[in-house]
Each structure stands twice: as C-alpha cells, then as structure tokens.
C-alpha cells in the first residue's frame, strides 16, 4: 500500500535520482523527452524482448543501466493517440500510480511522441494518480503489513514534466479538488456505521463551512415540526436520532435559481423489523452512498470556486429496529401531506427521500432536482455493477446525465417510467404503498419517489450497484468508489456554469 504521493510539476529535464516513468503511444516510439531518460538505450532492448508496443495498460520496467544516475526506468503504455480522452488520462494516471513503490522520488514524463500532450492532461493524469492511491487504512494499526515493518510508509514524491509546468498547476487546482471530493464520499462510504451515524455524519458535511460553503443541520424536533413523517418513521428504530442536512455553495448570480442534488444517508440499513438476511448485511454500511456522493459534490464545487448556486440536502438516518421501531402496515404521513402505508421497512430509502425531495422543491424552487441512492438490489440484477440507473421525468436533464456518464465513465443507464408502474404502488388504505411487488422493483421505487417532486425536473440515480463493491480498476481500488462526485461535477462544469 502507497500512501497519497506528492505531486509538483517541473519543465522537463533529465531526472537525476530514483524512478523515470514516460508515456508511449501504440507503436512505441519514444518522444524526445522520454529518450533523454534513457541514453543508455534500455528501453530499446527492453522493448522488443517484453513484446511491449504501447498498448493501454502495458508496463516495462527495467533496472536503470550501469553508469545511469537513475534506479528504475518504467514505461506505460498509452495507447491509441486519438482514444486519449479526459478519461483516459485519469487512467494513465492509476496506471502510473500503480508503478510508484515506497517513499523514493519519481520523475514522470508527459509527452508523446505523436501526440500534444499540454498542462491540461498532466494534470488529468496527476489527478488519477491521487484517485488510483487512495485507501482506506485508518483503522489498520500495523501500518506498514506489506513488508512487516512498524514504521508508516512514506509517500513518494512525484514530479511531473511537462510542456507546461505553469498551465498544469493551475489545471491541477481545479483536478485536484474534484479527486478531493471523490476520496471524501470514499471516506464516507468506507467507515464503518459505528463511528458514522447520523449525528457523526451532518459534523463531516458541517466541516465544509470551512471551503465557504453555508451548512444547516436540522434535527428532530425540526423535522417533526416540517412534518417529515416518513424520514421519521425510518428513523424511530434507532437510539440514534436523524439529521437532514442541507449545504449550499452560492458561486453563481444571486437571483440564479439553484440546482439542487439530494441523497439518500441511511448509514446502516438493517431492513429494519423486515430485516435482512445475516450474510452481506455489513454492505449496509454503505447505504449512504448517495449522501456521500453529494457531499463529496458539494467539497468539489466549493473547492474549484464553481460559478453556480448549488444545493445539496442529505437526510441521514439508521434504519435499525428496537422496541419503538417502525412496524409493517404503518401508516405514515409525509411532508407533502400524503400518506404511505408502510409494508416492508427495508424500503426504507425512499422513505427518506420522499422528504428531502419535498423540502428541497418547497424550499429552494431548485432549476432541476438529482437524487443518488443506493435504492435497490432490483437495479444490480437489471443492470449489474457497471451502470447506475437512471430515471428522469425531463430527456434534457436525462440526456445531459447520461453524456455526463460517458464523459466521466461513471455510467448511467435508462430506464423507464409510466402511469401503468405508478399503479403498482397505490394502497388501499393510504395513498400509496412503499413497495410495488415482485418485479420492476427499481421502477416502483423510482415511481414513489416521483410522487414527490411535482413538475420539477428531476432525475433519480440508483447507485446501489455502483456505489460501493464493485470491481477495482484503473482509478479506484476502494470498496466505496465514490461514485456519483466525477459524474456530477461534469454534468455541472457542462451545462450550469457562468
Ligand atoms: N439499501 C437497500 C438496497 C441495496 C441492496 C443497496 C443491496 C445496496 C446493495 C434498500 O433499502 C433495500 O433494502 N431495498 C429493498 C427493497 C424491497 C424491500 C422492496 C431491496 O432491494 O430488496
Ligand atoms: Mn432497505
Ligand atoms: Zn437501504
């Protein structure tokens, strides 16, 4: 395990001590830059002999040769030229992190040899290298359990040459605070629910005054004055009490009207009296990805100074159950006035929400509504770990999403909705149900949350399949992924700035 490097730029200049690391294009040429590390001529023996071409995700690592100042000469692969969209740098950057060992100094090379490499990518790349590093080590108390050492590792120190040393600190400024806002939803994600209930929670969002955004945390007794009988009901089974938090980072026009991101905190989800199954419940942890996704957001936009009025509003609970825990076949009313029978107390989530939504609307007249939850095992078994679920009642906003997706990697996936679903969830003895039956289970969940938004424009993310366990990869070895932060803050920079 590494810890977080430290990263500066330089212009370039031959590296005198530790590890050289360059880029190579598919067809393996060596830029100017990049042979200057190299007078020896390693690499070209090397090359041939691992079969290495530059194809994206190949390594060569060879020891410098005798008479070099240098240790390690590495080289990446980067492949096609033309594939090397913002995303692929990021992962150039995991895949350079992944080359870094202990402590030592690194000297990484940006420049290709057929393609324009500027500040702009060096600093994509330096932000997936800060992305593909992080983990989650705090509670691991023999730190250094790789080589049997006590001592804590050191962070290697990196420096980045490139064309334009000025230009990527500047870019990296901007990288770095949205990699700090999705290892801030990963942290959030990760700790376990002992340390991270509801209270310990709205503390980490209240810690983003500190950036300059406005945090207010209501309690209880303020919630049960809003009316927010569904947000409650979930909450009464627990010793720990609810917060809703709303934070807002004012960097647009003052008559701007905001856009507004709301998620889903339950940080643990026992199922409630519907309890869950033993085996997997300490995924539940986890079930407050939403929330921390818009918390990461919300450091993210507040950090990199974004030019937009944004409102992000969490509503953290514990769906736990004692002996005033909410039972099968309550009736509860909501902020909206509405009432739910209640027939499974897993289906707690959008419980939750269907306050947040309301208060966001009533408050706030926001310019569109996203939530993010961790809404439904239903979505992994449509779409698996590699999509979110996306529904929307607006196709601009779905389409803006959805592109933002692409862009970001972090996908989405429509997904229907209609009148005939909306009927799956109407009681008979409430105006609706809290669950719609054996099958489209994440399309009647999506349906109660509707029920809850007016004519806003809207989307709902269901980010239980994405939000926590699913596969590592390039620029995310965690179990929490932090999912939902990239994905947000390019919809944003596209669409809703300046
Ligand atoms: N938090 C769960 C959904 C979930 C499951 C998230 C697995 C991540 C991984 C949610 O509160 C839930 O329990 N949903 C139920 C709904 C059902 C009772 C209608 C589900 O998916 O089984
Ligand atoms: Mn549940
Ligand atoms: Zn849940």
């Keep these: 395990m590494t810890p977080m490097p430290i990263i500066s730029f330089a212009k370039f200049a031959a590296p005198k001590k530790g590890t050289a690391i360059v880029l190579v294009e598919e067809g393996g040429a060596l830029s100017e830059a990049a042979n200057t590390c190299d007078p020896g001529k390693a690499f070209s023996r090397a090359f041939p002999v691992a079969e290495f071409s530059g194809k994206s995700g190949s390594v060569v690592e060879v020891l410098a040769p005798e008479g070099s100042p240098l240790d390690r000469l590495v080289a990446i692969g980067a492949g096609k030229a033309a594939d090397l969209n913002d995303y692929g740098w990021l992962k150039l950057g995991g895949a350079v992190a992944a080359q870094l060992r202990k402590a030592g100094e690194v000297t990484v090379v940006v420049e290709l040899a057929g393609a324009a490499a500027g500040g702009a990518e060096a600093a994509k790349l330096a932000a997936g290298m800060l992305l593909r590093s992080y983990s989650f080590e705090k509670y691991k108390t023999r730190k250094d359990e790789n080589n049997g050492k006590d001592a804590p590792a050191k962070p290697a120190k990196v420096t980045i040459q490139c064309a334009d040393p000025a230009g990527a600190k500047k870019a990296f400024s901007d990288a770095q605070a949205v990699a700090d806002g999705v290892m ?122 974004a030019k937009v009025n944004v409102v992000g509003i969490i509503g953290c609970v514990e769906n736990m159950v004692d002996g005033n825990a909410q039972r099968p076949g309550d009736i509860v009313t909501s902020m909206s006035g509405q009432t739910i029978e209640v027939l499974n107390t897993d289906a707690e989530g959008r419980l939750v929400l269907a306050d947040a939504l309301w208060y966001c609307n009533d408050r706030f007249e926001p310019k569109f509504m996203v939530d993010l939850a961790t809404l439904t095992g239903a979505i992994m078994v449509a779409l698996g770990q590699q999509h979110a679920g996306l529904f929307s009642n607006n196709d601009e906003l779905a389409e803006r999403l959805a592109a933002a997706g692409t862009t970001t990697q972090e996908k989405l996936w429509r997904m229907p909705l209609g009148a005939e679903y909306d009927k799956l969830i109407d009681s008979k003895n409430a105006d609706m149900k809290n669950i719609g039956g054996r099958h489209g289970g994440s399309i009647t969940a999506a349906q109660f949350l509707q029920r809850f938004v007016k004519d806003t424009a809207w989307a709902h993310l269901d980010i239980a399949g994405t939000a926590m366990g699913s596969q590592a990869n390039e620029i995310n070895q965690s179990w929490g992924s932090g999912f939902g932060v990239r994905l947000l803050d390019q919809l944003v920079r596209d669409h809703y700035e300046g």
């Design 184 to 305: 801030l939803a990963r942290d959030l994600v990760n700790e376990p629910a002992n340390v991270l209930g509801p209270v310990e929670f709205a503390a980490r969002a209240k810690e983003l005054e500190k950036l300059g955004v406005e945090v207010e945390v209501l309690t209880e007794k303020e919630m049960k004055k809003l009316g927010m009988g569904a947000l409650l009901g979930v909450a009464q089974g627990s010793v720990r009490p609810p917060r809703l938090v709303v934070m807002r980072w004012n960097g647009g026009k003052s008559k701007d009207k905001p856009v507004a991101f709301v998620g889903k905190g339950v940080v643990f989800d026992s199922g409630g009296v519907s309890i869950k199954p033993a085996a997997g419940m300490e995924d539940m942890k986890g079930d407050m990805g939403g929330a921390a996704a818009v918390t990461g957001l919300m450091h993210s936009l507040a950090a990199r100074k």
